[in-house]
């Protein structure tokens, strides 16, 4: 039987959605689906190699953002990055950075992203992943 | 079945994912299951509420048998027939 298919148009470059989307990657995984992840904007930002691990940025209710980030301590929550490698090592994920994306935070060529990136790619692509899918996600 | 005979089951292997938080257990699981044989039984130790629901439904999707779950103090264990 085909695996089922999650396309996700990862547009956050903040860590609290960031983390999210590791949750909901590390869920794919455990049911084999194929997962496209197309980033976008912000995202590229915290894709870049000299952000991944330093940008502590939070999206929402940023007054509690301390004890947020102290909680995912206290939960031994794995650092988004460190979901995303798990997601790859255990089912079919590729993550395609946007050039336009990388452009706007001058990161050109897939070498200036962390090594979880696959390649740089149009916007067609994602498109066209965003038809074939079983499941689209926005984050 | 009932408590106790779930508590009689031999396992095979047991997974100890109560150091981790959803979907670390999920994960924990997927990642045994291939170190059993088919009818054989692992156990997979959790304190997270979520995994309750999670294992038995990808128990349902992945064609494993879930057998139940026994309620310890402070975590609890599900046990699935591969």
């Known amino acids: 039987m085909e695996n089922k298919k999650l396309c996700l148009a990862l547009y956050t470059g903040s860590v609290d959605k960031l983390t999210a989307a590791g949750v909901i990657l590390g869920g794919a995984a455990a049911e084999d689906m194929d997962v496209e992840i197309y980033v976008l904007l912000q995202a590229a930002f915290a894709f870049k190699k000299e952000n991944a691990m330093t940008n502590d940025r939070v999206a929402e209710i940023t007054d509690k953002k301390d004890e947020f980030l102290a909680s995912l301590q206290r939960l031994s929550a794995p650092h988004w990055t460190q979901a995303f490698k798990t997601a790859k090592e255990m089912t079919n994920v590729k993550i395609h950075i946007c050039g336009f994306a990388g452009k706007v935070w001058h990161g050109d060529k897939l070498d200036d992203f962390i090594d979880l990136a696959d390649d740089i790619c149009g916007i067609g692509e994602y498109i066209s992943s965003a038809e074939e899918a079983d499941v689209n996600l926005f984050i | ?82």
């Open chain 2, 1 to 82: 079945m009932t408590q106790e005979e779930l508590i009689a089951v031999a396992v095979d292997k047991s997974i100890d994912a109560r150091g981790t938080s959803c979907p670390g257990p999920l994960l924990a699981a997927k990642k045994a299951i291939g170190q059993i044989e088919k009818d054989q039984v692992m156990e997979v130790l959790s304190a997270d509420e979520g995994t309750k629901r999670d294992i038995p439904k990808w128990c349902g999707k992945k064609g494993f048998e879930y057998m139940g779950t026994i309620e310890e103090s402070g975590f609890f264990k599900i046990l699935l027939r591969k």
